[in-house]
């Protein structure tokens, strides 16, 4: 099929490619000039594993291009992804405004009959508003236009799999027509009939998807549903954490063991400084607010982000109370991005731990395997290690603020040697207490007996 995909950040992108790779012709723009200056350059944007591989193959197919024309965009495809951001407004809600531009432009541009799919997260009901927004702008046109919302459940760092190999794919649908093309588009996903770009061209051996025939205000609220679940789960683990910690239990025997009970599952329920991304925080705060709106009282949620802004004091305390003075100590930080596998660092928690330890006088050098280059801008008073090693050299204290898997595997003999005091705070509960202990560390983890 022809494909026009609008916004090519993390969900565009890896849409685009994908879809691309799986045989569809797509054609993706963006408001951004230089981001698409970039891609046409062969270059990404973003760090995100697998997903080079996927667009430089499709565009060596010629099966994806990058346009700066949005008119020329609309007019290619015959099915048109929105994947435009959704940020938060000051008051929480999702601000909407790309997706009515996108309205505009699709409305204006079209010439011939168009499935228009939201794939950005938005609140329920946005879908009807898109459809009163396409017809409004189009009246004069008279172009038919069919809406469907086809939520994303892509997590940073394995968009690429998600994409391919997904649990289950939404389809918030009115008509079956519109139902057909998606399942048109999805086929050789639903039957794994692609070659796959990743893993040495062989699938991973995982159940095929569910295919999930909603309505578009279902599919809209699925999706909130799910994210703000998960944020619900963490922070109900790091509420579990700190009561452990008071208790002299250890939160990493408690979960475990609750966590195999099928019903409460094991992923997800990891205790530490909390959950950040551009995904989980706004989408929590646009939760809250669509229920208010709604007249629904939700403040489960309310209590959920409440835990998650105050993660970063309590390992602030542990940090004080470990440095005994924190004002002039030299710190090192492991980690900036929100998590592994990505050099995203929006609302990420180690940049909000770093900004304490500044505001507390810490001298601060970071390291993370992909963040530095973002996060330069962000933190200019801080210095950058160009390995872990060199973050820790001399510093009186380790903190570990992502859970990046090589942090697990460095030579903690070496760390512990250029240190000058060996003191490891580990937000994340990346290490073994007892296997740090036992390399000379004082160390201190979230929700684990010291
Ligand atoms: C999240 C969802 O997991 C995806 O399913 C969804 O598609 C995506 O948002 C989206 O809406 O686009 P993502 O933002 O990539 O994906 O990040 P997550 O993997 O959900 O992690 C979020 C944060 O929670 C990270 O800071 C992570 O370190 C933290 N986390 C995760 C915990 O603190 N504990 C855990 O047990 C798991």
Avoid at 68 to 76: D, H, L, S
Avoid at 158 to 186: C, M, N, S, W
Avoid at 250 to 274: K, N
Wanted: hydrophobic fraction near 40%.
């Amino acid at each position: 099929m022809k494909i026009s995909v609008i916004g090519a950040g993390y969900v565009g992108l890896v849409t685009g490619g994908c879809l691309a790779g799986l045989g569809h012709e797509v054609v993706c723009t963006d408001s951004d000039a230089e981001k698409l200056k970039t891609l046409e350059s062969g270059r990404l944007p973003i760090y995100e594993p697998g997903l080079d591989v996927v667009i430089a193959h499709a565009r060596k197919e010629g099966r994806l291009s990058f346009r700066a024309n949005g008119a020329e965009t609309v007019q290619f495809g015959d099915a048109i992804f929105i994947c435009v951001g959704t940020p938060p407004l000051p008051n929480g809600s999702a601000d909407l405004s790309a997706i009515d531009h996108v309205a505009r432009l699709v409305a204006t541009e079209a010439r011939t009959p168009k499935l228009v799919i939201e794939k950005s997260t938005v609140p329920a009901q946005t879908g009807q508003e898109l459809k009163r927004a396409l017809a409004v702008y189009g009246r004069k046109s008279g172009v038919a236009f069919r809406v469907a919302s086809n939520p994303e459940f892509l997590r940073e760092g394995t968009a690429v799999e998600d994409f391919l190999h997904p649990d289950r794919i939404v389809v918030g649908v009115e008509d079956e027509v519109a139902e057909k093309q998606l399942k048109e588009i999805y086929r050789p996903v639903l039957e794994r009939t692609f070659t796959c770009p990743v893993h040495s061209g062989k699938c991973p051996d995982v159940p095929l998807p569910a295919w999930l025939v909603t309505t578009i205000n279902s599919a809209e609220l699925i999706k909130h549903a799910s994210n703000s679940f998960l944020a619900v789960k963490i922070s109900y683990a790091n509420m579990v954490a700190d009561l452990a910690e008071k208790l002299g239990a250890d939160i990493e025997e408690v979960v475990r063991a609750v966590g195999m009970d099928p019903r409460i599952g094991r992923s997800f329920f990891h205790a530490g400084i909390g959950f950040g991304g551009f995904c989980l925080p706004k989408d929590l705060q646009a939760f809250v607010h669509l229920a208010e709106k709604s007249g629904v009282d939700f403040s489960m949620l309310k209590e959920a982000e409440n835990i998650n802004k105050r993660r970063i004091n309590r390992f602030m305390e542990k940090i004080r109370r470990a440095l005994w003075v924190v004002k002039g100590k030299q710190i090192g930080v492991l980690g900036l991005a929100f998590k592994p596998n990505t050099d995203d660092i929006r609302f990420a928690p180690a940049i909000d731990l770093i900004h304490e330890l500044l505001k507390e006088g810490a001298i601060v050098r970071a390291y993370d395997p992909e963040a530095m280059e973002k996060a330069q801008p962000v933190l200019p008073q801080i210095q950058f290690g160009k390995s872990a090693y060199e973050a820790a050299e001399g510093a009186e204290a380790l903190l570990i603020a992502t859970e990046w898997e090589q942090f697990r595997k460095l030579d903690w003999e070496r760390v512990r040697d250029s240190m000058v005091r060996p003191l490891i705070l580990d937000g994340r509960n990346l290490l073994s207490a007892k296997q740090m202990k036992g390399h000379g560390f004082e160390y201190y983890s979230m929700g684990r007996p010291d």
